[in-house]
DNA sequence: ATACAAGTTAAAGTTAACTTTAAGTCAAGC
DNA sequence: GCTTGACTTAAAGTTAACTTTAACTTGTAT
């Protein structure tokens, strides 16, 4: 099947002028145009753009996706190069998850801190609460937020050189 | 203990010019001064400015952060509503973490389709391989990409809805 | 007492990833 | 054949969240 950029974009749920925008940016090199000149979306394309979507989910900017696209176009002599990256980017994701989890964790126990606010009326309640009298599985998410981790220093220091690179 | 905004910025992995950009949009109501005019971070100021990345994480703009904050210096007349906002940023970052965990499973399957495309050195094992030759735990990720979804109706009118918004 | 690192402000600059605009071309249904 | 909606382009505009700059002040260490 081939598909014109306002198909294309329904079926990715995205704009068609960021289709566009990234077939400018060179992060489409298979993508076909007829005689006169309209884009032609085949089905390899579709995946291209959800795996473009893959990439950027995974922290990568649209220059890096481009960089990998330039890989696709050199063929099986990029191959080692591809995998690494795939690799890199799932590490990437996986870490990423990871904090994900710790930041639910403390929504989940801002959750519970408010839910007992709410209950009592009033704040005091629960302000400054000691560490022992909140649910166990919230104990981690509190520590965080005062700042007794005890990996604290080394992520501290991965942030700010994350910063300056 | 307080601390200068060199010093609150090194413990929380950002630029001090942030903190600074913070207050500004009225992010930190509780920060204090000198009286020379120099911020003074407190150990509940440092606590907020954790709970706006979280927020922040969470999908909230930085405009949204304020308006929680708004909330906070209301008093408990806002308890009700703060707890509605938490609730609804878990909820949020759940989907988005299921989301994420989604697009791992397709760099996973790339990792694999790769791995055994640079075993044979050359894509053509795998490129346009059958479902069933893939491994099960992935075939939901090829499924995926090639738009073979049983949700996929679902999930692409909630993104068009989201896009309008 | 003097240097100097770190603080202050307002205002302008940056960046990525789109989106919009304007002016025009094309294709499908009536 | 004509209308209409969808396509085309290049170029300008948008947005959020900072960051940088410039001119100045303050606190600390020698």
Chains 1, 2 share one sequence.
Request: overall charge negative; hydrophobic content about 40%.
């Amino acid at each position: 099947m081939t598909y014109t950029v306002g198909q294309a974009a329904a079926m990715l749920g995205v704009a068609p002028s960021t289709l566009r925008y990234y077939e400018s940016q060179g992060l489409l090199p298979s993508l076909k145009r007829t005689d006169s000149g309209r884009r032609v979306f085949s089905d390899t394309d579709i995946e291209a753009c959800r795996i473009i979507e893959c990439l950027k989910q995974s922290g990568l900017s649209l220059t890096d996706v481009k960089r990998f696209m330039d890989m696709t176009v050199e063929g099986d002599a990029s191959l080692a190069d591809r995998l690494a990256l795939f690799q890199a980017r799932r590490e990437s994701l996986t870490r990423e998850i990871e904090d994900m989890q710790r930041v639910l964790n403390v929504l989940e126990f801002k959750c519970w801190y408010y839910g007992r606010a709410v209950e009592a009326g009033t704040e005091d309640v629960v302000r400054n609460i000691p560490l022992d009298q909140v649910p166990e599985n919230l104990q981690d998410a509190v520590a965080f937020l005062r700042g007794i981790e005890g990996e604290s220093e080394q992520r501290e220091m991965e942030k700010a050189k994350a910063r300056k690179a």
